[in-house]
């Protein structure tokens, strides 16, 4: 038997949803699980982590349905949610990896690099510079925070925390020389 709901929009559907329509619920996920599950799948290759991001992410559109706006369209707000759960759980199971340093990217647990690389102690490193990368890897900041507690523009933070990164890289591999 065909959904009675199938034929409308999503913003109807959301309309519906929002008041307890749980049939409305079905064609929306219906409609758009294989583009959530696609979107997961380029950018992981651990299936078992892509269906519990797939389920977390069905949960929280489920959760915040009554924040959903028809101002945006819905398979954008579900897009969000996605990014959004993916970032998380990327959080999540960030590991140290001292060897591959790359300047744009630098991945670490607080608790692991701590014992790993004294920012105080690397000379080379301005005062500023220890500063916005303990913001942005320790303490997860992003730059536009990094900015205001450094007191300068978001371009300098992004160069700051790329120069001390940059040096913090050359220290690494010649201690690994």
């Given amino acids: 038997m065909e959904n009675p709901f199938s034929h409308l929009e999503d913003t ?23 583009r959530v599950y696609s979107y997961l799948d380029k950018r992981l290759s651990d299936k078992n982590v892509i269906e519990d991001i797939f389920q977390n992410i069905f949960v929280k559109f489920h959760n915040s349905r009554h924040l959903y706006s028809s101002e945006h369209p819905l398979l954008k707000w579900i897009y969000t949610i996605c990014r959004s759960e993916l970032l998380d759980s990327v959080k999540k199971s960030r590991k140290i990896k001292l060897v591959s340093i790359n300047e744009d990217q630098l991945i670490c647990e607080t608790k692991e690099i701590d ?19 303990k913001l942005r890897y320790y303490s997860e900041e992003d730059f536009t925070d990094i900015s205001k507690a450094l007191k300068t523009s978001e371009a300098n933070s992004r160069k700051l925390v790329s120069r001390g ?5 050359a220290k690494l591999i010649g201690e690994a020389k």
Avoid: T, W
């Fill in 115 to 133: 014992d790993k690389i004294d920012l105080d102690s690397v000379k080379s490193l301005s005062e500023k510079e220890k500063l916005a990368i």
């Fill in 12 to 34: 109807k559907l959301m309309e519906l949803y929002k008041n307890g329509e749980n049939m409305a619920f079905e064609v929306i996920y219906l409609r758009h699980k294989d």
């Fill in 165 to 169: 990164i940059k040096k913090l890289k």
